[in-house]
T-cell receptor, first 115, second 115 residues
Framework: DTGVSQNPRHKITKRGQNVTFRCDPI?????LYWYRQTLGQGPEFLTY????????KSRLLSDRFSAERPKGSFSTLEIQRTEQGDSAMYLC?????????????FGSGTRLTVV | AQTVTQSQPEMSVQEAETVTLSCTYD???????LFWYKQPPSRQMILVIR??????QNATENRFSVNFQKAAKSFSLKISDSQLGDTAMYFC????????????FGKGITLSVRP
């Protein structure tokens, strides 16, 4: 078990381009979460999966954002037509369904810079 | 809606001394969990300590302990014998049993430990 893995660690893109991030959770964890963290702020919830089902999406997740978790394993977060306001750290976390009160295991994040 | 407030943006402490980080929250839920997470510079977020709301006893983890005041909706973190490795951002977070483990975070506090 190598923990939660996120790739890439850093991404610089031009405004208007599409980007995709990947998250590989801990293998036995059936819940997977995406959060966004801007400089000097706490993480904000974006969306969450239980196995392959996307069960909740935040209003922060505009139409330009889409997340998938095929086969309930890894997950991808895609941002289309990036804007400068999308610049942030995107964090992935996973947990066991029965461990709601035990917090998550976080990945190291993907830092997105839109220029 | 649940809110978590960390009103101190920065704190500094001398190595080996004790420091207390403040957190207040607002909720109408009765069954919930509170957490403190640590985010070192450019490193992933890790769980420091957790508290179950139905337990009156304050949680402790080695040098870390909490002062949980349920009526006042206060959840402070005490770090004893501060070490240089404690330098990080610290986030207070909340979830309730019906929230699918979705965490609500405060804005965080930057703690610097001086040698």
């Amino acid at each position: 078990d190598t923990g939660v893995s996120q790739n890439p660690r850093h991404k610089i893109t031009k405004r208007g381009q599409n980007v995709t991030f990947r998250c590989d959770p801990i293998s036995e964890h059936n819940r997977l979460y995406w959060y966004r963290q801007t400089l000097g702020q706490g993480p904000e919830f974006l969306t969450y999966f239980q196995n392959e089902a996307q069960l909740e999406k935040s209003r922060l997740l505009s139409d330009r954002f889409s997340a998938e978790r095929p086969k309930g394993s890894f997950s991808t977060l895609e941002i289309q037509r990036t804007e400068q306001g999308d610049s942030a750290m995107y964090l992935c976390a996973s947990s066991l369904r029965t461990a709601a009160g035990y917090g998550y295991t976080f990945g190291s994040g993907t830092r997105l810079t839109v220029v | 809606a649940q809110t978590v407030t960390q009103s101190q943006p920065e704190m500094s402490v001398q190595e080996a001394e004790t420091v207390t980080l403040s957190c207040t929250y607002d909720t109408s839920e009765s069954n919930y969990y509170l957490f403190w997470y640590k985010q070192p510079p450019s490193r992933q977020m890790i769980l420091v300590i957790r508290q179950e709301a139905y337990k009156q006893q304050n949680a402790t983890e080695n040098r870390f302990s909490v002062n949980f005041q349920k009526a006042a909706k206060s959840f402070s973190l005490k770090i004893s014998d501060s070490q240089l490795g404690d330098t990080a951002m610290y986030f207070c977070a909340f979830t309730y049993t019906g929230a699918n483990s979705k965490l609500t975070f405060g804005k965080g506090i930057t703690l610097s430990v001086r040698p």
